[in-house]
């Protein structure tokens, strides 16, 4: 059974960092792009940035562009983002998400319900 899991999520005064983990189990990632989603209350989901399977390319929302990074370490099959200068519409749940079937990463922003997704870590940036 696939499974990906969030965390890192928390409360942070806007300015600050948080750095979300998602640990994946159940297949071998490392072959596939993965990326990262949000939901802010009364919105849609959003894209906010996707890796290839090496970690060499990554691609990102314009939002969030020089401010967030997205990583991976293949070896322990975990994808990260690193926030920094949080603002306070940054507010959101966090969801993980990778390919049912292999996309490139720039694919990554158009996943669908039916792909795999994680449970999601809230992050709240307060004033």
């Known amino acids: 059974q696939v499974q990906l899991v969030e965390s890192g999520g928390g409360l942070v005064q806007a300015g600050g960092s948080l750095r979300l983990s998602c640990a994946a189990s159940?297949?071998?990632?490392?072959?596939?792009?993965m990326g990262w989603f949000r939901q802010a209350p009364g919105k849609e989901r959003e894209f906010v940035a996707a890796?290839?399977?090496?970690?060499?390319?990554?691609y990102y929302t314009d939002s969030v562009k020089g401010r967030f990074t997205i990583s991976r370490d293949n070896a322990k099959n975990t994808v990260y983002l690193q926030m920094n200068s949080l603002k306070l519409e940054d507010t959101a749940v966090y969801y993980c998400?990778?390919?049912?079937?292999?996309?490139?990463?720039?694919?990554?922003?158009?996943?669908?319900?039916?792909?795999?997704w994680g449970q999601g870590t809230q992050v709240t940036v307060s004033s």
């Open positions: 998400a990778a390919p049912r079937a292999p996309v490139s990463y720039t694919g990554i922003a158009y996943l669908k319900d039916n792909d795999y």
């Open positions: 159940g297949r071998t990632f490392s072959n596939v792009a």
């Open positions: 890796i290839n399977r090496s970690g060499g390319n990554t």
